[in-house]
């Protein structure tokens, strides 16, 4: 059985930091892509940054550009989130992804749809 269990997220003032884990079991994701989305009380799912199969090529939305960082550690099959200068509108359930099949190492998925694989989510609450 696949799983996708995210870990690290909580509380924080704005202008703090959280760094989200998502450690996969099942499977390796080693040659697919991975990705994080979020969703806020009353919103849609929103892409939020994603990661190609050896983290040569990342891509963020212009909400969190400069601030969020996606990495991986292949070897452990984990993908991280840093979240820094974190902002009350930051405020969501974080869902990390992954996909099924080996994606080409310049494509990075920024689409749910594309996604084949989702945690249960971590919450992040941010105070003013």
């Known amino acids: 059985q696949v799983q996708l269990v995210e870990s690290g997220g909580g509380s924080v003032q704005a202008g703090g930091s959280l760094r989200l884990s998502c450690a996969a079991s099942?499977?390796?994701?080693?040659?697919?892509?991975m990705g994080w989305f979020r969703q806020a009380p009353g919103k849609d799912r929103e892409f939020v940054a994603a990661?190609?199969?050896?983290?040569?090529?990342?891509e963020y939305a212009d909400s969190v550009k400069g601030r969020f960082t996606i990495s991986r550690d292949n070897a452990k099959n984990t993908v991280y989130l840093q979240m820094n200068s974190l902002r009350p509108e930051d405020t969501a359930d974080y869902y990390c992804a992954g996909k099924a099949y080996y994606t080409a190492t310049g494509y990075v998925p920024t689409a749910d749809y594309e996604y084949d694989y989702w945690g249960q989510g971590t919450q992040v609450t941010v105070s003013s």
């Open positions: 099942g499977r390796t994701f080693s040659s697919n892509a």
């Open positions: 990661i190609n199969w050896n983290g040569g090529r990342t």
